[in-house]
């Protein structure tokens, strides 16, 4: 044929190419496209193809430094800011699926079941717990190299590996308990940050550590919008590690006696002791204290005047010094009588089923009063919601859950027992020195029980001091404007409460 002539016909398939993506597709992702992606409510990354992306696992699992079910992922090579991610689910928690750091792996979001968040400004990928929603596959291995940061850039480096160059601690310690969480307070220069071991975290579990300055590792990470530091084994802390003698904890953290007075003991735990024995001082008049090998023994004789308030310094040698507060009520006068309880009298004089749990405030419902933990003290029942055992960096009273809007959230202490005439009440509580805020919450007064901000607001006055890591607030609250016998503890305004002790004086 020749000079063929093209004419349209009278019809055909019309052919469209596009991007879209054909069955049992994958298109690849990246971590700072999924970041940028991200707000505050959980949304599907994609609803139409399976999306993939490479990077290192950080997880540390036999340092054991990481929350349970959160997969800790760096792009590969990736020395800027914004690329960490957090994967969270028990889909993706690392000793079942056989991941450790160092690790190179390429993950798989699942279209229409993985999903984005912004949590409290954590960068964070999951899904349903009942979805298979990720596959994590390891591809590899590669050298995790900390990159060095300055404090302010904790958020933004979050989920990669850092170094904080000068960074002081003023307090020796241990890194991590089998029972609290542990947040340690180091600054650089005047900047504070945390540096955070969960409770049991493996190889920090009872390893001491000096007051000393140094550069320090770890993951960058956040908590509810904060940036902290998380290290993972020892060697990201070996600047500070310790082989001295140190008391790394007693128990009971403060200590109460009635006026008749008796005798209590407090169990000291040291590491690295050696031959180093303990001393005691600082108790007087009807207070004295003894040791016997790692019992701390506190007796107290008759009080026949007014109340007693001092502190007892437990020593070590060649060591530290903590110190723990010790209080005897006054004798009565006849017309009036003092009850006296300490945390510790709350956490051993319960009543009911309720557990307290230890900074969890377990099924405890405020609308619904059979959920409130109860106990009693000399014969007098008490009653409380949202309250459980503080961790122990928290000073190891009892926590209080406190939110300004949110009546769900606020927790509260309460007599179930009628107290005639109430006089006053004394509360002492501890907030760590870095805080720069007092305790914000409100004591109400009334006639029947559980009384709440319709019923009399009673005003506290309110001392401070400095003892160890914390500023122990003494407040007191006059309630003689009124006949009142039934009082509540309610935290009705911003952040938790950490309660050392309660006192409430009353009319026989």
């Keep these: 044929m020749d000079d063929p002539t093209l004419v349209t016909g009278p019809g055909g398939q019309e052919v469209v190419f596009d991007n879209t993506p054909q069955p049992g597709e994958e298109k690849v992702i990246t971590i700072p496209e999924m970041i940028q992606a991200m707000t505050a409510a959980q949304t599907v990354l994609d609803a139409t193809a399976d999306r993939f992306f490479e990077a290192i696992v950080q997880n540390d699992t036999v340092g054991g430094n990481y929350s349970f079910n959160n997969l800790i992922l760096t792009t590969v090579g990736a020395t800027t800011a914004g690329n960490g991610i957090t994967l969270y689910g028990s889909q993706v928690e690392p000793t079942a699926i056989k991941v450790n750091k160092g690790d190179k792996v390429k993950v798989t979001l699942y279209k229409g079941l993985a999903k984005l968040v912004n949590y409290n400004g954590m960068y964070e990928v999951t899904g349903a717990k009942e979805d298979t929603w990720a596959k994590v596959e390891k591809i590899g291995t590669a050298t995790v190299t900390p990159i060095v940061i300055t404090v302010d850039k904790l958020v933004d480096y979050q989920g990669m590996p850092v170094t904080i160059q000068n960074a002081t601690t003023a307090t020796a310690g241990v890194w991590a308990t089998n029972t609290d969480l542990s947040s340690h307070n180091f600054t650089v220069q005047t900047t504070p940050f945390v540096v955070f071991c969960k409770k049991g975290a493996g190889v920090f579990v009872d390893a001491p550590f000096n007051a000393a300055t140094g550069a320090i590792s770890g993951l960058a990470a956040v908590n509810r919008n904060i940036g902290q530091l998380v290290p993972r084994d020892l060697n990201d802390v070996k600047a500070f590690n310790s082989t001295s003698p140190l008391i790394t904890a007693v128990d009971p953290t403060s200590l109460s006696f009635d006026a008749a007075g008796g005798t209590k003991t407090i169990q000291v735990t040291i590491s690295n002791q050696g031959s180093n024995t303990l001393s005691v001082s600082g108790l007087s008049g009807t207070l004295s204290a003894s040791v016997n090998n790692s019992v701390v023994t506190v007796t107290a004789a008759e009080n026949t ?162 003892v160890g890591d914390y500023k122990v607030y003494t407040q007191t609250f006059d309630f003689t404007n009124g006949n009142y016998s039934y009082f509540s503890i309610i935290n009705d305004l911003a952040g938790a409460l950490y309660i050392d002790s309660i006192a409430i004086t009353y009319k026989k």
């Design 305 to 466: 005047g007014a109340a007693v308030s001092q502190t007892l310094s437990i020593t070590l040698q060649n060591g530290n010094t903590v110190t723990v507060p010790v209080a005897q009520a006054a004798k009565s006068t006849g017309n009036t009588t003092t009850l006296s309880m300490t945390s510790q009298n709350i956490i051993d004089g319960k009543t009911g089923t309720v557990e307290l749990g230890t900074n969890t405030y377990g099924s405890q419902t405020v609308a619904d009063l059979s959920t409130w933990y109860t106990w009693a003290s000399n014969n007098i029942n008490f009653t409380g919601t949202k309250v459980c055992i503080a961790p122990a960096n928290n000073g190891g009273g009892i926590q209080v859950q406190g939110n300004a809007s949110d009546v769900a959230k606020q927790g509260i202490i309460a007599n179930a027992t009628a107290l005639p005439a109430i006089q006053s009440m004394v509360i002492v509580l501890r907030v760590a020195v870095a805080n720069q805020y007092e305790p914000a919450y409100n004591v109400y007064a009334g006639t029947s029980v559980n009384p709440s901000k319709s019923d009399a607001t009673i005003n506290r006055v309110s001392t401070v001091e400095t």
